[in-house]
């Protein structure tokens, strides 16, 4: 289907014109009818597949036809960088139409905080917060959600496991009884369906492929003693010249004593809990430019963003849900690019490493260890019960279909392409001459 059957009023047509979105993605042709009921709803679907654009559009077109003053549309989203996304979003689709949208967030100086107060004095008609400087706002009584017909949590499962719940509910007891209330999630853990009793009324609910990762990520997995991984991160690093890599550690103790090590080699920086938000800015905008080209992270990155061509995430540790695994492999190979992804798993982590493939439903490759750093635990026997050694290269799928019929880009400045159907069941199979790793001499192969 096209955007057009829809019948959004002209000005956001030529918005969506504008940001080259030709097609809806299948969280979108899904949610927005929904949405435009005026019903309360779920919407599940995995990171990269357009949820923001599933709620700012009906959302958009349904506040441009109303005549009431003051904000009526409240977006919740765990992060500042999150909050400034989806608000350039709402800026980008909102061009035409002359609305006013602010992102809320903590951090920053004194000004900031003025200006995000008298932007919501001044009656901005969307406010896209985080849930602590929200609070702090409405605590100095002078911010008004009477005119409020929407109330969007956007990630919702990392707000709960951020311990934003209360929070939430608070602010929710400032805003009208009578709205209407959207909440989107890339998982549905049984806390959010609980919680979200609690605040929408009879919601319609979608859910969509969860689980898939992308379909242009080669996936491979070192099987790694924790005294090799740094050794064998620098050779990763060293057999390529990235431009964009992310490396993903399990705590941010681990996040900064990678970084020490890595930084005598490599430019690179940290991305954590504990930087400020001018700190974490300077290191987005970074590497968004390429001027950096190597983060180490943890989770706080891999949900949500849109950091565009990651060519290759590295998880230093096995991600301890399933989940963040798709997460954080959902970094790279957005919008129909290849990417790359590689996960080192230890004799602790072999049960993760299974889990992980029995979600992603797919056998990630085994790649041997570089002879320099020598064999690492022979764990085949505990992942599954099958060995992958031998696998031609990339990850094979285990036989349940990808459910994707289209995917969205990320570059709204370039035209859509069609997946091509082709493919499609293999979501990311590679030939093995795509491994780069293989291809150098000190490699064993098999
Ligand atoms: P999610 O919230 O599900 O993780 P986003 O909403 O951030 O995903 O969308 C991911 C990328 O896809 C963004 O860069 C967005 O601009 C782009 N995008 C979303 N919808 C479409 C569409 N219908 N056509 C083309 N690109 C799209
Ligand atoms: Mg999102």
């Known amino acids: 289907m096209t955007f057009s059957e829809f019948n959004f009023v002209a000005e956001l047509q030529e918005g969506l014109d504008a940001m080259g979105f030709e097609k809806p993605t299948p969280i979108q042709e899904q949610a927005i009818p929904i949405i435009m009921e005026g019903r309360d709803l779920i919407a599940t679907a995995q990171t990269g597949t357009g949820k923001t654009a599933a709620f700012i559009l009906p959302v958009l077109n349904q506040i441009s036809q109303s005549q009431k003053k003051g904000v009526k549309v409240l977006i919740i989203a765990p992060t500042r960088e999150l909050a400034i996304q989806i608000d350039q979003q709402i800026q980008g689709l909102a061009y035409f139409l002359g609305i006013s949208s602010i992102p809320i967030y903590g951090g920053g100086d004194g000004n900031t905080w003025e200006q995000q107060r008298k932007a919501l004095e001044l009656g901005a008609e969307i406010v896209v917060a985080t849930p602590g400087r929200l609070i702090a706002l409405l605590a100095g009584g002078k911010v ?116 020490k090590t890595l930084k005598k080699q490599f430019q690179v920086e940290a991305f954590h809990a504990d930087l400020d ?86 056998e990630i490759e085994v790649v041997p260890n570089p002879e320099e750093i020598g064999p690492g635990p022979d764990l085949a026997a505990a992942s599954s019960g099958k060995s992958y050694g031998k696998s031609a290269g990339g990850a094979k799928p285990k036989g349940k279909k990808n459910k994707f019929k289209s995917k969205p880009r990320s570059n709204p400045s370039t035209k859509p392409r069609e997946n091509p159907e082709s493919g499609e069941k293999k979501p990311s199979s590679v030939k093995s001459s795509d491994n780069k790793f293989r291809k150098r001499k000190n490699i064993k192969d098999g």
């Open 277 to 362: 938000q001018s700190e974490r800015e300077q290191i987005m905008s970074a590497f968004k430019n390429k001027s950096l080209k190597i983060l180490v992270a943890t989770d706080i990155l891999s949900r949500g963003i849109d950091v565009e061509d990651i060519e290759m995430v590295v998880n230093f540790d096995t991600p301890n849900d399933p989940e963040d695994y798709v997460h954080r492999v959902g970094r790279t190979a957005r919008a129909e690019k290849k990417g790359k992804a590689v996960t080192f798993v230890n004799e602790k982590d072999r049960y993760k490493y299974r889990n992980i493939q029995n979600l992603i439903g797919l």
């Open 144 to 259: 008004k959600f009477d005119a409020l017909e929407n109330l969007i949590l956007d990630e919702a499962d990392r707000m709960l496991d951020m311990g934003f719940s209360d929070d939430i509910l608070t602010i929710i007891q400032h805003l009208p009884k009578k709205r209407q209330t959207l909440l989107f999630s890339a998982t549905m853990p049984p806390k959010i369906r609980k919680f979200s009793q609690q605040i929408l009324h009879d919601p319609e609910q979608i859910s969509i492929a969860l689980g898939k990762t992308a379909k242009g990520v080669s996936q491979y997995v070192y099987h790694v003693y924790d005294g090799q991984k740094e050794a064998l991160v620098n050779h990763i690093l060293k057999s390529q010249d990235f431009q964009a890599v992310i490396i993903f550690c399990s705590t941010k103790d681990k996040v900064k004593s990678l970084f």
